[in-house]
């Protein structure tokens, strides 16, 4: 008479999918808004957006790919070819006025970033590092424009320098 042994099978791991972090709607002007912060191609925006976010939200390659072609397509982003491979891409003046339509949505989708931040990556001090994530932007936008004057550029190191070193005597 043969043996029979019981087969005991691992229990089955829950894989029960997430809900979506961002609506399409929210992604498309997330990522033309780090498109219009940091013109880059499409993993160095997957990169800005999980440094922003302190890994809290990394969007993966096969969102942000399409996503991309889309603001293209409506004329929100433009290429350029770089490296004969990668495309970088830029905010185009249509993409800029979009963008300034939706500020309000633009800020709601920070603040559920920020909020991703807070839930799986709490940071001491949220209020300072967010302060500095702003201006951050706000210095990195400025060094962008063209239409800025050589006064204006050294009144704003001026402004940093004077910030460091108020903020190094705390």
């Known amino acids: 008479m043969k043996k029979?042994?019981?087969?005991?099978?691992?229990?089955?791991?829950?894989?029960?999918?997430?809900?979506?972090?961002f609506k399409?709607?929210?992604?498309?002007?997330?990522v033309l808004y780090f498109?219009?912060?940091?013109?880059?191609?499409?993993?160095?925006?997957?990169?800005?957006i999980?440094?922003?976010?302190?890994g809290g939200y990394v969007p993966s390659a096969g969102v942000v790919y399409p996503t991309l072609t889309m603001l293209e397509y409506l004329g929100y982003a433009e290429t350029q070819l770089i490296d004969e491979i990668r495309k970088k891409f830029f905010i185009t003046d249509l993409?800029?006025?979009?963008?300034?339509?939706?500020k309000s949505a633009i800020d709601t989708i920070l603040e559920k970033l920020k909020a991703l931040v807070a839930e799986k990556n709490p940071v001491r001090n949220s209020e300072i590092y967010y302060a500095l994530e702003n201006l951050k932007i706000i210095?990195?936008?400025?060094m962008r424009n063209e239409c800025i004057n050589r006064e204006d550029?050294?009144?704003?190191?001026?402004?940093?320098?004077?910030?460091?070193?108020?903020i190094n005597e705390i």
């Open 50 to 54: 999980e440094n922003y976010s302190m």
């Open 4 to 21: 029979i042994y019981a087969i005991h099978a691992p229990p089955k791991k829950n894989h029960a999918r997430r809900g979506k972090t």
């Open 95 to 102: 993409g800029e006025k979009h963008l300034a339509k939706k």
């Open 139 to 142: 210095v990195k936008i400025k």
């Open 24 to 30: 399409n709607e929210e992604l498309l002007l997330l």
């Open 153 to 166: 550029i050294e009144e704003i190191i001026e402004s940093i320098l004077e910030a460091t070193h108020r």
């Open 35 to 48: 498109i219009k912060i940091n013109p880059a191609h499409g993993y160095g925006i997957i990169k800005s």
